[in-house]
């Protein structure tokens, strides 16, 4: 009975704080935006409450909290009854909709205007856009309901031929067709230099920036709350234990967090982490320890490329060796395959036995299957025009992940290792 309440308990904890690592749940309260969050709420009630029209982009680096800072405002908004009741949300994505075309066919679908639109024909995209603000009116045709438009990677819409898209809608939002609220989130400082003129012009200018960057006690503190219990869990006295836990006073697990406080600040990697300590709690360990923290972190910075490199056949893992070879020897200096190839013709010109040779096809297609796993890369695109065996490549790999990766590929043979060992010796030989 009493294993059962246990594992009851943290299948709620792990819940909670799966929705909160996970995004899934919205914070009640957004800690040091508070400036931000009053700004951007005020703006969009005047578009859904009072009608007038306004533009604004959020600006900041990935994982900084832009849209989590934009859906708790959205939240707070719909409370008032006359925004829930009227305001239209539509969302784009500059990922996902890659042309004027493919977006305009996305307003109109999250505004339901399909069976409105039906086969007509426009002669621009301004008249299209036009049509649709105009459908949206009430029934007295005297006013139009507030949209809320949403471009997300806000830089990539700029790309658009002309900027159709983005002029037509700073140009509702500036006019007075309809109530518009666009807005804008990117990462980059310097969106408003892509803009065209005629774009620029008609912004509004306003730019909200989340550029936080806090202390490491301030990041310590952050860590506290994103594993706290809230106070409406179930079992008041586990909840108490939990929060009173002194994970964030060990020694050890203050350097694993400067660790990652050095590496980002941002929430996204902070909730990546957390959510490894997290699954490594059972109903016999109920509580987060140091040990699972420092594993968590090792985990995170595991080398996805090293890592790659266990998966690779022994001419392909030649082969990088090689590579590795020619960077020691030309000190960095690009490499192709012929290259390559006759490096790896020394090595086998040392040995007595003939495990090792291939024919030239299949060296070219081990060479080819790095290129896709893009441990190496070509130097340039013009290298397409240049014949596949004088390709100029660089190796994305250095020394250090090469020799640890050879640590642990399953059953490296010996003589392989030597080679990749002896650089030093070959750089000297090459310099004498």
């Known amino acids: 009975m009493i294993i059962c309440i246990i594992g009851f308990i943290d299948v709620q904890v792990q819940d909670i704080l799966r929705e909160r690592f996970c995004r899934q749940q919205l914070p009640d309260r957004l800690e040091g935006v508070e400036a931000q969050h009053k700004h951007l709420l005020e703006l969009l009630k005047r578009t859904a409450v009072h009608g007038e029209s306004n533009s604004v982009l959020i600006v900041g680096p990935r994982g900084a909290g832009k849209t989590m800072l934009l859906k708790c405002v959205l939240r707070d908004l719909l409370e008032e009854k006359e925004a829930q009741k009227n305001l239209l949300q539509v969302h784009l994505n500059g990922l996902l909709q890659t042309d004027d075309r493919i977006a305009l066919k996305e307003i109109t679908r999250q505004l339901h205007l399909e069976n409105v639109v039906g086969d007509k024909v426009f002669g621009s995209f301004a008249e299209n856009l036009a049509f649709l603000l105009e459908a949206l009116k009430k029934g007295d045709r005297s006013s139009s309901r507030p949209v809320l438009f949403v471009l997300d990677e806000f830089d990539l819409f700029a790309h658009h031929k002309n900027q159709t898209l983005l002029y037509n809608l700073f140009d509702v939002s500036q006019s007075a067709q309809a109530p518009v609220a666009v807005v804008g989130i990117t990462c980059r400082l310097d969106v408003l230099e892509l803009l065209e003129k005629r774009v620029k012009s008609r912004f509004s200018h306003r730019q909200i920036h989340l550029l936080s960057n806090p202390t490491f006690p301030q990041y310590l503190e952050r860590v ?113 395959l012929q290259m390559v190839h006759n490096e790896f013709k020394k090595f086998l010109q040392r040995k007595s036995n003939s495990m090792y040779n291939f024919e030239q096809p299949v060296i070219m297609k081990a060479f080819e299957h790095l290129q896709q796993l893009e441990l190496i890369r070509p130097v340039d695109s013009t290298a397409a025009k240049t014949q596949r065996e004088y390709q100029l490549m660089r190796l994305m790999l250095d020394h250090s992940q090469i020799m640890e990766a050879l640590q642990k590929y399953p059953q490296c043979p010996t003589d392989v290792k030597q080679w990749a060992m002896s650089s030093t010796e070959l750089k000297e030989t090459f310099w004498m």
């Not at 506290?224 to 586990?238: A, I, M, V, Y």
């Not at 030649?318 to 020619?326: S, V």
């Open 224 to 336: 506290r709350t994103q594993l706290s219990l809230p106070d409406r869990f179930p079992d008041q006295e586990f909840c108490q234990d939990w929060n009173d836990g002194t994970l964030c006073e060990d020694k050890s697990v203050q350097d694993v967090l400067q660790k990652h406080f050095n590496s980002s600040k941002d929430f996204r990697s902070l909730h990546m982490l957390l959510m490894l300590c997290l699954s490594r709690v059972s109903v016999s360990r109920p509580a987060i320890r140091p040990a699972d923290l420092l594993e968590a972190s090792r985990l995170c910075f595991t080398d996805s490329k090293a890592n790659m490199l266990h998966g690779l056949s022994i001419l392909e893992l030649c082969l990088i060796i090689a590579m590795k070879h020619l960077n020691d020897v030309y000190e960095g200096e690009p490499f192709n």
